[in-house]
Each structure stands twice: as C-alpha cells, then as structure tokens.
C-alpha cells in the first residue's frame, strides 16, 4: 500500500511537470496548435521600416493574420523589403491593399496594419503589395514641424 | 637551506593538490559513464527509480513552488515600479515571463535543488559508504553502481527540467496575480505582450535545454560526491558542503556560456 500512494505521487509529480510545460507553451508563448496551417508569402517595399522587427504581427481591422518574416534591403530600389505569412483562410484581400507600419501605443512595438482596398484582383502567394506607408519617424516629424514654424515667422 | 626545501615543498604540495583535482575529475567521468551505461543485472530498475523520483523529485516541489511563486511576486512588483517611470506596465508580463524562462526559472530550480536533493544525496551515498553498504552489495555480486548510483542519477535528470517548468509556471502565475489583481495592470495586455514577446523555441525550449545541463551537472556532482567522500562523519560533512558549493558554481559559471551562446548573436 505504502509503495502504490508512492507510485501515486511519482506519476502526478511527472504529470505535473508535463502539463507545466504544456502550460508555457500555450498560454505564456502563444502557441497555437494550428499555427503551422498554410500560409501564403506576401512582400511589400517600404521606404522606411525603422524598427520593425521579424515575428512583429500583421494586422487587419486590428485582427492578427499573419506576422512578419524577414526584412531586407533591396539593393536595386534601396528600399526595405518585408516578407509577411498571412495566413490562407484570409484570401480574399485586393490586390490594392495597403500595408502601413504603425505602433502600438507611443512608445510600442512596431507592427503592419493592412486596409483594404478595392480591385476586384486579390493578392496571391509571392505578390507585392505596392501600396505602402513607411513608419512614422519622430524625428524626421519634429524637424518638419521645427522648419514650418520658421518659415511663418519669416 | 631549510627555506630552499620549504619553497620546494610548496611547490611539490600544490602539484599534488593538482594532481589530486585532475584524479578525482577523471574518476568522476569514468563514474558518470559506468554508472550511465550498460543495465542492472538486479532489482527492478522501475522500482527502484520510482523510489528515487519520489526523495529527489516530489519532495522537492514544496521548496521551488513557494520560492516560485514568491520570486514571480518580486519581479512583477520591481519590473511594475520601473516600468510605470515609461508609462508601459502592460509589459510586465513580458518581463516577468521571459526573465523567468530564460534565467531564474532554470538557475534558481539548479540552486535550489543542490541546496535540497543535492545534498541529501550526497549525505545518504556517503553513509552508505561509510557503514560499507557499498562494499557489501559489491560482496554479495551487486554493482552498487547500477544500483545505487544509477536510479539517483536518472531521477535527478528528469525531474529537474520538470521542477524548473513547474517553477516558471508558478512564478508567472504569481506574478500575474500582483500585477494584474493588486497593481490593477490591464489583465488582456499583461498576457497579450507576453505572448507576443515569448517564443515556444527561443525561449522555453532554450530554458528546458538550459535546465537539462544543469541537471545533469548538479546530480552529477552530488552523487560523485557521495560516492567519492572520505568514509568518516567528518568526511561526509565536508562532501556535502562541497555539493552545494561545487554545483552552485558550475551552475552560474555554465548559465553564463549558455546565455553567451543561447541569446548572445554574437
């Protein structure tokens, strides 16, 4: 009796361990069993990506539908290129779609909010989005705003 | 002349301080490997592990569940008090996790455990050998190695990764009831920047590699320890103490090259 309340303890220590783990995986990274469903490859160029980051999500009426996954420079436009998995049971964005980066809140992580447009054409596996608005550069507003006032004043 | 002979003798004592380090590393490793390798001709191996599982495992979740959650208190008050000078509480969680799962989960787990199971077992294999219970299981045709050493070994392997998950679960759930019930942070952003921010392979995955190092380090050093004291009170005493001081140190020395090589990019 004495080695089956042992035995007891033993299995619900290891199914404890088990499901802590199964825990951190679902609840504190996010993961989702579904998450490996098809995808499909969208890139948009922007002139400006500053500090948007790979895994940032892709958003559309504030709803996640994909994130990011790479970022580069394209050497001949020199312009960023971003590529994004979006994923497929969302197929039905217009080819004149566009992707703007924003920020969560003043200070926040950077991420890419898509609004429709309205061709008839909808985006495909591998297609550009041409549509796009660069980051908001707080300097380069600052400067602007700076070079406005004193132009008034003259 | 004399002088000439003390210098010399310093010398020739810290040659064999050295030489007695690298003798008792050796043994160890060729312990570690006879220990792991092969299987036991005796006893019921699942018995035997199930016993070892419960001494090194199950009483050891009292200690990391409360220091778990109390540590996850901690760092949800601290990170709350810095963070509220950039007006982004929401970001506690996304502290309190990663902190948690890349560092203080797997490390304090290893220190804790050393404290705790390390120690006992070191004592326990001491006086086994000590009151030569070793050497009589050899005598009636028992490997003490398969025996003895080889089910502390194991159950010191497997249950350390699950106590450090154990501990990180506990400890964000202990911070988020500051952070969420008491400092009134938004419960949706606490949880939704977490998730955002931690990564099931960087993160966790890299915290259970972590843990599975030190696991194997710890139970190594506690168990050579034991088995390889001088077999007196005084001798027991002084492998335990070395347990604890040994496996901290291998612990916080190795958690470095690890970070360097896990989340350094460099």
Redesign the interface.
């Known amino acids: 009796m004495k080695?089956r309340t042992?035995?007891i303890?033993?299995g619900?220590?290891?199914l404890?361990?088990?499901l802590?783990?199964v825990?951190?995986?679902l609840?504190?990274?996010?993961?989702t069993v579904a998450s490996t469903q098809d995808t499909y490859r969208v890139y948009a160029y922007f002139d400006n990506i500053s500090g948007l980051a790979a895994?940032a999500?892709v958003t559309m009426a504030g709803v996640t539908i994909g994130k990011v996954v790479a970022i580069d420079l394209d050497r001949d436009s020199y312009m960023g290129r971003v590529a994004m998995d979006i994923q497929g049971e969302v197929n039905n964005l217009p080819l004149d779609s566009t992707a703007s980066i924003l920020t969560a809140?003043?200070?926040?992580?950077k991420y890419i909010g898509i609004s429709v447009g309205g061709d008839e054409e909808l985006i495909a596996d591998g297609d550009t989005i041409r549509d796009t608005q660069s980051a908001l550069v707080l300097e380069e507003l600052i400067g602007k705003f700076l070079l406005n006032s004193v132009n008034k004043d003259e | 002349m004399a002088k000439a002979t003390t210098v010399l003798d310093r010398i020739a004592l810290l040659g064999r301080a050295g030489l007695d380090v690298l003798a008792a590393m050796g043994r160890s490793v060729v312990f570690l490997f006879l220990a792991i390798a092969g299987r036991a001709s005796f006893g019921n191996r699942l018995q035997l592990l199930m016993q070892q599982l419960y001494s090194v495992g199950v009483l050891s979740l009292a200690i990391i569940v409360v220091s778990g959650v109390f540590i996850g208190m901690v760092l949800a008050l601290q990170g709350y008090s810095i963070l509220s000078d950039y007006g982004s509480e929401q970001a506690v969680g996304q502290m309190v996790a990663l902190t948690l799962l890349r560092e203080l989960g797997p490390v304090v787990t290893a220190l804790l455990f050393a404290g705790r199971a390390g120690s006992a077992l070191t004592a326990e294999i001491g006086n086994m050998k000590s009151t030569e219970q070793l050497s009589s299981l050899e005598m009636i045709g028992v490997d003490p190695l398969k025996y003895v050493i080889a089910p502390r070994l194991w159950a010191g392997f497997i249950s350390m990764p699950l106590l450090a998950c154990i501990f990180s679960v506990v400890g964000i759930w202990g911070g988020s009831m500051v952070a969420v019930e008491w400092l009134g942070v938004f419960e949706g952003s606490f949880w939704s920047n977490m998730q955002n921010s931690v990564d099931f392979y960087d993160d966790v995955l890299n915290g259970v590699i972590k843990s599975v190092v030190f696991a194997v380090v710890v139970t190594w050093i506690a168990v050579f320890q034991g088995y390889d004291c001088e077999p007196t009170s005084e001798g027991i005493s002084r492998a335990t103490t070395r347990t604890v001081v040994h496996a901290s140190l291998a612990v916080l020395g190795l958690d470095f090259i690890l970070t360097a090589l896990m989340f350094g990019d460099y």
């Open positions: 080695t042992l035995e303890s033993v619900l220590f290891l404890a361990g088990v802590a783990l825990l951190l995986a609840r504190v990274s996010g993961l895994r999500k809140g003043l200070l926040g992580e």
